[in-house]
């Protein structure tokens, strides 16, 4: 079972340049998530989807956008990376009930030099 | 707003000593989920455990056991008997009941077990 694939692993990008962060989900879950991790932080949520076509805010959103065309997947997309960014980023996805954990991927290492 | 406090930053602790990570939670809702998430050195999340907040029994997996205690709003995790392979960042997690779903971490508690 394949469950959250967030590709890619690691990234290095340039301040000003732009990228995607993919994530996909093979277990038909509605609810999908971007969060990020900072060095000795929790992590915060940047944006979250209640289903397709369906998109929200989390805490953090500034300098991030998304979309979801499909179920299965819920790209992040930075427009003009900046040194702030440089963070490790989890996709996550749940049932949406509330008893029901979410399921996190790997995370994509990050650095924006 | 809801919050969840890991007070406990790194806890080093030598093989088989058993060891207590604090999570404790502030929230307005009276139904809600508290979570337990692992993050081995490889770094990818791993889910403990859920409680619900109507639900006081404690568990026990194994070596693993959960205190919540929902009158000093504590969610407390013990390894009994640590071993290295317990080394980790843990995090404390608080279910949003906001319509979200999302979930409210702590800061994580980074537990070192040497040998």
């Known amino acids: 079972n394949a469950g959250v694939t967030q590709t890619p692993k690691f990234r290095i990008l340039k301040i000003g340049q732009s990228m995607t962060l993919q994530c996909a989900q093979d277990m038909n879950h509605n609810y999908m998530y971007w969060y990020r991790q900072d060095p000795g932080m929790g992590l915060k949520l940047i944006y979250y989807s209640v289903g397709a076509g369906i998109t929200d805010k989390g805490e953090v959103p500034n300098g991030y956008n998304v979309s979801r065309s499909t179920t299965e997947d819920f790209p992040l997309r930075l427009e003009l990376a900046a040194p702030s960014q440089t963070s490790v980023y989890f996709c996550?996805?749940?049932?949406?009930?509330?008893?029901?954990?979410?399921?996190f991927g790997d995370g994509t290492r990050l650095s924006i030099l | 707003a809801q919050k969840v406090t890991q007070a406990q930053t790194e806890i080093s602790v030598v093989e088989k000593e058993d060891v207590t990570l604090d999570c404790v939670y502030e929230t307005r809702d009276t139904t809600y989920y508290l979570f337990w998430y692992k993050q081995p050195p490889s770094g990818e999340l791993v889910f403990l455990i859920r409680?619900?907040?109507?639900?006081?029994q404690n568990e026990i997996s194994g070596r693993y056991s959960w205190n919540f205690q929902k009158s000093t709003s504590s969610f407390n995790f013990t390894i009994t008997a640590s071993q290295v392979v317990d080394s980790a960042v843990y995090f404390c997690a608080l279910r949003d009941e906001g319509g979200s779903e999302k979930l409210v971490f702590g800061k994580g508690t980074k537990l070192t077990v040497n040998p």
């Open positions: 996550a996805s749940s049932t949406g009930f509330s008893n029901q954990p979410q399921h």
């Open positions: 409680r619900n907040s109507f639900d006081e």
